[in-house]
């Protein structure tokens, strides 16, 4: 009897993609955590991409030949995402963090027509049905009476801009044939870096941090990086590489859950009926998704 991992090959990396969807639910408490000791706006994503690139600096001498082997379309794909991330994070605490999730995660409208563009997917019933169900889950959680979700200020549109980015970098991991997670994680917070240094010299008004501030965001940055970000984007690449962006982006979608209920119980942000109205479309959307079986799953490097 075939193994059901043999038979569903797809449904494993699904469902890291989903719980880790969750986790990052609650990724503003340490962004905020950093803008409140002093680093603020964009200084706070280039301290993690810094922080992670110096405890990723083991993997890249041990596997430099691998990401030279990966030539510019390695680095490209890193950028567009490393960015994308380094844009959602700087967002979280330049406007409201209901805002940053909901503009961010157009993400699988954005994966779901790219994939039909660019890799001639068909996009099926249960998809469709899938991305209504997450849309409208969305929509009920925004409130229809702020009207469409247009991007308001400078946080807005970073956030809606990440989602695009995302979503092409996503296709871009499950076009590759060559790159590893490990390649693709150091080639993310590389890309992330070189983003977010220019970041940092858009004129917003936001302090440069003090050297007490960084000495007290040390510890912080660490736990955060190394405990954290890189494990969950080591399986989140290697899933990407997977799984259609469409996909991926609507299993995400798990954050704007924890997201909504941590910032309603830890903040000012409302959380009631229609919260959870929304909270059940979001969610049934992604196990609507994960019920699918995917076409052709791709194979993909370890």
């Known amino acids: 009897m075939p193994h059901l991992s043999d038979r569903r090959p797809d449904l494993l990396p699904s469902v890291f993609v989903a719980l880790i969807g969750m986790s990052w639910g609650i990724f503003w408490l340490p962004m905020r955590r950093l803008d409140e000791i002093g680093l603020g706006g964009a200084w706070a994503s280039l301290a993690v991409f810094v922080t992670a690139m110096a405890l990723l600096l083991p993997v890249i001498i041990a596997r430099w030949r691998r990401l030279i082997a990966g030539g510019i379309s390695l680095l490209v794909t890193g950028m567009i995402i490393g960015g994308a991330f380094a844009l959602y994070a700087t967002a979280l605490v330049l406007t409201d963090v ?46 229809f009476d702020r009207g469409l979700p247009l991007p308001r200020n400078i946080g807005d549109w970073m956030a809606l801009l990440s989602g695009i980015g995302w979503a092409y970098g996503s296709l871009r991991v499950y076009r590759s044939e060559t790159a590893s997670a490990w390649e693709s994680t150091t080639t993310f917070f590389a890309g992330g870096l070189l983003v977010t240094l220019g970041a940092v010299l858009i004129p917003i008004d936001v302090t440069t941090p003090s050297a007490e501030s960084l000495v007290a965001a040390t510890p912080w940055l660490f736990l955060l990086v190394a405990v954290y970000l890189i494990p969950s984007f080591l399986v989140i690449l290697w899933a990407a590489s997977r799984l259609s962006p469409g996909r991926v982006g609507l299993l995400l979608m798990g954050e704007v859950v924890v997201g909504v209920i941590s910032a309603a119980l830890l903040t000012d942000e409302p959380f009631g009926g229609r919260e959870i109205i929304g909270t059940i479309l979001i969610i049934s959307a992604g196990m609507i998704e994960v019920m699918q079986r995917l076409p052709k799953p791709k194979p993909a490097t370890a």
């Open 98 to 143: 209901v805002y940053t999730i909901l503009l961010f995660y157009l993400t699988p409208v954005w994966g779901t027509l790219l994939g039909r563009i660019m890799l001639g997917e068909r996009i099926t019933r249960g998809r469709l049905l899938a991305l209504i169900l997450g849309i409208a889950g969305l929509f009920v959680i925004l409130g």
